[in-house]
T-cell receptor
Framework: AQKVTQAQTEISVVEKEDVTLDCVYETRDTTYYLFWYKQPPSGELVFLIR??????QNEISGRYSWNFQKSTSSFNFTITASQVVDSAVYFC???????????FGKGTSLLVTP | DAGVTQSPTHLIKTRGQQVTLRCSPK?????VSWYQQALGQGPQFIFQYYEEEERQRGNFPDRFSGHQFPNYSSELNVNALLLGDSALYLCASSLPDMSYEQYFGPGTRLTVT
């Protein structure tokens, strides 16, 4: 079974603050894939990143960075110098090599105020 | 490059009715998945279609069925609608290998009264 836990339900920050969204996962699969998606108020899920279980290298893309740690089963997402446009619900998702389904966490609602 | 498209955008149905939702995948994609997202929750996997066959199904009753056409587009059918079926229905497309990310459409908001 696959499980994703996003313990933070809502986070509110002031513009330009850094913010980290936590994601903890559970799987028995030896190979698996982790994802982050952004869902703005419009409702469409926007793909942000995919990470393979055999690649623990952290990644940075502009103001976004991801920290993948297999030892703690975590795949955290940091936004540096947050902006109002970052306000959205962010989902962490997991897919194991035993299936095709994406298993989503419940999401973290991020509100960035000016 | 056309992304995933879904129709209709919104739909209101009465309990007991049947509904059909439609999805066209992103250009170059041949695999389509459907998800149900209740308010305040993460999307839940309904099923995935590849080569016009359902190749994996989530924990949803048989009232939920689907179809994939030769042009890779897909339909989701829900029979005997219940109030609890009210949700955002998301279609996602991808390449067939499980390592690839899924790209989502804007969704269809279904309200059952």
């Amino acid at each position: 079974a696959q499980k994703v836990t996003q313990a933070q339900t809502e986070i509110s920050v002031v513009e330009k603050e850094d913010v980290t969204l936590d994601c903890v996962y559970e799987t028995r699969d030896t190979t698996y894939y982790l994802f982050w998606y952004k869902q703005p108020p419009s409702g469409e899920l926007v793909f942000l990143i995919r990470r393979n279980s055999f690649d623990e290298q952290n990644e940075i893309s502009g103001r976004y960075s991801w920290n993948f740690q297999k030892s703690t089963s975590s795949f955290n997402f940091t936004i540096t110098a947050s902006q109002v446009v970052d306000s959205a619900v962010y989902f962490c998702a997991l897919r194991g090599n035993s299936g095709y389904a994406l298993n989503f966490g419940k999401g973290t609602s991020l509100l960035v105020t000016p | 490059d056309a992304g995933v498209t879904q129709s209709p955008t919104h739909l209101i149905k009465t309990r007991g009715q049947q509904v059909t939702l439609r999805c066209s995948p992103k250009s170059g994609h041949d695999t389509v998945s459907w998800y149900q997202q209740a308010l305040g929750q993460g999307p839940q996997f309904i099923f995935q279609y590849y080569e016009e066959e359902e190749r994996q199904r989530g924990n949803f009753p048989d009232r939920f069925s689907g179809h994939q056409f030769p042009n890779y587009s897909s339909e989701l059918n829900v029979n005997a609608l219940l109030l609890g079926d009210s949700a955002l229905y998301l279609c996602a497309s991808s390449l067939p290998d499980m390592s690839y990310e899924q790209y989502f459409g804007p969704g269809t908001r279904l309200t059952v009264t």
